[in-house]
């Protein structure tokens, strides 16, 4: 075995285990600083909310040509994540990017040529899923980086993919972003925290949801034909 299919190897097992799917509930400011590449500026102020824009996927599709441009094969997946994804939800101006790569633990693999199109790595934790994130050089990004089999891409996709389709848990995702945007924050991840609760519960119909369609599905394919369900 080479030692590169060694290390990809050891970065599958890593990221399919299961850390807590997010920092904990209340990120300490130990753990914030320690993640952090770079200077930290306390945020101690309330978080700016804005109604949807319907240019924010446009500024998606341009960094991910960027990124594209930058990575070519490399890039496994890519998609547009966080609020801003979601047509109608009110967010923070900032878009929320998907990188998929072979292994996000190897950083030499891909950052140096995503520097090259202006990105600058901010946060690494390798803790938690080998996570990266990096931001855009003229558009407020935050790329998350993730190796394959990383159960938060599918978390990430899910939620994205149900408040799109399910106004009701727009809406109370939503009511809660503005309640909490009112309140006064030390960092950024501390707003974030806090909506855990009802992300989590937001994100267990959702995989409710698609078990019920898989069950379905299953159904539908074992069912003789002409047969009444």
């Known amino acids: 075995m080479s030692t590169s299919a060694g290390v990809n190897e050891e970065t599958q097992r890593k990221t399919q285990q299961e850390p807590p799917h997010k920092p904990p509930h209340e990120t300490s400011e130990?753990?914030?600083?320690?993640?952090?590449?770079?200077?930290?500026?306390?945020?101690?102020?309330?978080?700016?909310?804005?109604?949807?824009?319907?240019?924010?996927?446009?500024?998606?599709?341009?960094?991910?040509?960027?990124i594209r441009g930058a990575l070519g094969?490399?890039?496994?997946?890519?998609e547009h994540v966080g609020s801003t994804s979601?047509?109608?939800?009110?967010?923070?101006?900032?878009?929320?990017?998907?990188l998929v790569v072979p292994n996000s633990a190897d950083e030499a693999a891909y950052l140096p040529d995503l520097e090259v199109a202006g990105?600058?790595?901010?946060?690494?934790?390798?803790?938690?899923?080998?996570?990266?994130?990096?931001?855009?050089?003229?558009t407020d990004v935050n790329?998350?980086?993730?190796?394959?089999?990383?159960?938060?891409?599918?978390?990430?996709?899910?939620f994205r993919d149900w408040l799109r389709s399910h106004p009701e848990d727009r809406q109370l995702y939503e009511n809660t972003k503005r309640e909490l945007a009112r309140r006064?924050?030390?960092?950024?991840?501390?707003?974030?925290?806090?909506?855990?609760?009802?992300?989590?519960?937001?994100?267990?119909?959702?995989?409710?949801?698609?078990?019920?369609n898989e069950d379905k599905a299953d159904l539908d394919t074992t069912l003789p034909a002409g047969s009444d369900a």
């Not at 006064?184 to 019920?212: C, F, L, M, P």
Request: charged share 25%.
């Open 86 to 98: 979601v047509p109608g939800l009110a967010a923070k101006p900032l878009i929320d990017i998907l």
């Open 143 to 158: 790329l998350h980086i993730f190796s394959p089999g990383c159960p938060e891409i599918d978390r990430m996709l899910g």
């Open 119 to 138: 990105y600058t790595l901010r946060i690494r934790e390798p803790e938690w899923y080998e996570h990266r994130v990096c931001k855009g050089l003229d």
């Open 184 to 212: 006064t924050w030390r960092h950024v991840q501390n707003y974030a925290d806090a909506k855990s609760e009802v992300v989590e519960e937001i994100i267990a119909r959702a995989q409710a949801g698609r078990n019920n």
């Open 30 to 66: 130990e753990a914030i600083l320690a993640a952090r590449i770079g200077p930290v500026v306390p945020l101690n102020s309330t978080i700016t909310l804005v109604e949807y824009d319907p240019e924010w996927p446009r500024l998606y599709a341009r960094e991910a040509a960027l």
């Open 73 to 78: 094969e490399r890039v496994v997946a890519l």
